[in-house]
């Protein structure tokens, strides 16, 4: 199982990103996938999630209505546009898949909001 993030970086508050998670080494389309960020001196939180087929998502509250997590099966990516960034989305972002019981994470990478 590979997990691949991209499309992080520098942003002013208020813009946007849209940052891609790579899949492969497993049946992408029969999991559900995740998002996770984590910020200097925090823990790792949930960010939002997303069903196997993609017909169903879950956001944490304090990115509701900001951020859209989003997946194209057919080329196995997974996907989470990020709009009207706040200093406080500043984080490193993870992907997320529990394959037969084991959970894999990507690299991450590195979003900044500030101007």
């Known amino acids: 199982v590979q997990l691949v993030e991209s499309g992080g970086g520098l942003v002013q508050p208020g813009g946007s990103l849209r940052l891609s998670c790579a899949a492969s080494?497993?049946?992408?389309?029969?999991?559900?996938m995740r998002w996770y960020r984590q910020a200097p001196g925090k823990e790792r939180e949930l960010v939002g999630a997303?069903?196997?087929?993609?017909?169903?998502?879950y956001y944490a509250d304090s990115v509701k209505g900001r951020f859209t997590i989003s997946r194209d099966n057919a080329k196995n990516t997974m996907y989470l546009q990020m709009n009207s960034l706040k200093p406080e989305d500043t984080a490193v972002y993870y992907c997320?898949?529990?394959?037969?019981?084991?959970?894999?994470w990507g690299q991450g990478t590195q979003v900044t909001v500030s101007s």
């Open positions: 997320n898949a529990w394959v037969r019981r084991d959970g894999y």
């Open positions: 080494g497993f049946a992408f389309s029969s999991y559900a």
């Open positions: 997303i069903t196997s087929a993609g017909g169903s998502t």
